[in-house]
């Protein structure tokens, strides 16, 4: 589902994407809710999916990883940025079945309903606003930690005043230092949502359990110092130990 905004107000719809193996092509089919904004949607696709990056010139860096080449591996985006950085930090700490549960849940009492020819699509994601304006102990009900909701609505007030921009085109320095001083988002979240929101290829969350296990340390400083040699594409190393440890094979 999509919520887009549009002279003053948020378009809702809904995308379908479908891969077109005999095409090396996304198909994608849009609402017709959101035909105003088709443009920027289509470039917002893109990198969500990472089409515009160049494997000749990762992969060659990558073949240094200690694993199995998984050539043309991309770096998933977000569609829209305040909802991917929620994700990460619904994500803290917990499994990914965890922070995706506690996302729906979040979508299902704050999200705005949207029709769509879709049974298990309903709702839009929380506006910034929504989540900003929410009691936190409503939130709370949702089983997110009481240090969670904090930064949560810490993020959504920051995006509302404009003095954080989530999109790839934002500062990349000056984001990281704003997430960074909001509180409950250290080293790791800024990281990973510099990974998945404003795709940064070189994004390395040295202190992520996954990391670790997949490079068999559990120091940030010795992982930091190995990922030197697969500059500037560090998180798209990151990508290719994440699906290592999914499927070692």
Same mark, same amino acid.
């Given at each position: 589902?999509?919520?887009?905004?549009?002279?003053? $107000?948020? !378009?809702?719809?809904?995308?379908?994407?479908?891969?077109?193996?005999?095409?090396?092509?996304?198909?994608?089919?849009?609402?017709?809710? !959101?035909?105003?904004?088709?443009?920027?949607?289509?470039?917002?696709?893109? $990198?969500?999916?990472?089409?515009?990056?160049?494997?000749?010139?990762?992969?060659?860096? &990558?073949?240094?990883?200690?694993?199995?080449?998984?050539?043309?591996?991309?770096?998933?985006?977000?569609?829209?940025?305040?909802?991917? =950085?929620?994700?990460?930090?619904?994500? $803290?700490?917990?499994?990914?079945?965890?922070?995706?549960?506690?996302? $729906?849940?979040?979508?299902?009492?704050?999200?705005?309903?949207?029709?769509?020819?879709?049974?298990?699509?309903?709702?839009?994601?929380?506006?910034?606003?929504?989540?900003?304006?929410?009691?936190?102990?409503?939130?709370?009900?949702?089983?997110?930690?009481?240090?969670?909701?904090?930064?949560?609505?810490?993020?959504?007030?920051?995006? &509302?005043?404009?003095?954080?921009?989530?999109?790839?085109?934002?500062?990349?320095?000056?984001? !990281?230092?704003?997430?960074?001083?909001?509180?409950?988002?250290?080293?790791?979240?800024?990281?990973?949502? =510099?990974?998945?929101?404003?795709?940064?290829?070189?994004?390395?969350?040295?202190?992520?359990?996954?990391?670790?296990?997949?490079?068999?340390?559990?120091?940030?400083?010795?992982?930091?110092?190995?990922?030197? =040699?697969?500059?500037?594409?560090?998180?798209? =190393?990151?990508?290719? !130990?994440?699906?290592?440890?999914?499927?070692?094979?």
């Amino acid at each position: 589902t999509v919520a887009w905004p549009h002279r003053g $107000q948020r !378009l809702l719809g809904w995308i379908d994407l479908a891969f077109v193996p005999e095409q090396h092509e996304v198909r994608l089919t849009p609402s017709p809710s !959101l035909s105003p904004v088709l443009g920027a949607l289509l470039h917002a696709v893109r $990198q969500m999916l990472d089409l515009d990056a160049d494997p000749s010139r990762i992969d060659p860096v &990558l073949t240094l990883l200690p694993m199995t080449p998984r050539p043309g591996l991309r770096l998933p985006g977000a569609l829209d940025g305040f909802e991917g =950085a929620v994700r990460v930090i619904l994500g $803290q700490q917990v499994t990914v079945k965890a922070g995706c549960t506690l996302a $729906q849940r979040l979508v299902a009492r704050f999200g705005e309903p949207v029709a769509t020819p879709y049974p298990a699509l309903t709702h839009v994601f929380p506006s910034a606003a929504a989540l900003a304006e929410a009691d936190p102990a409503e939130i709370g009900q949702l089983g997110i930690v009481r240090q969670r909701v904090a930064a949560l609505q810490a993020l959504a007030r920051a995006v &509302l005043q404009g003095s954080l921009l989530l999109h790839r085109s934002a500062p990349l320095q000056d984001t !990281l230092d704003s997430l960074r001083a909001l509180p409950g988002v250290g080293g790791w979240t800024a990281q990973v949502i =510099a990974m998945r929101v404003l795709s940064w290829p070189d994004a390395w969350p040295a202190s992520d359990i996954g990391l670790m296990h997949a490079l068999g340390s559990r120091d940030p400083k010795h992982l930091s110092a190995r990922a030197e =040699a697969w500059r500037p594409w560090r998180a798209y =190393a990151v990508m290719r !130990l994440w699906h290592q440890l999914e499927d070692p094979t």
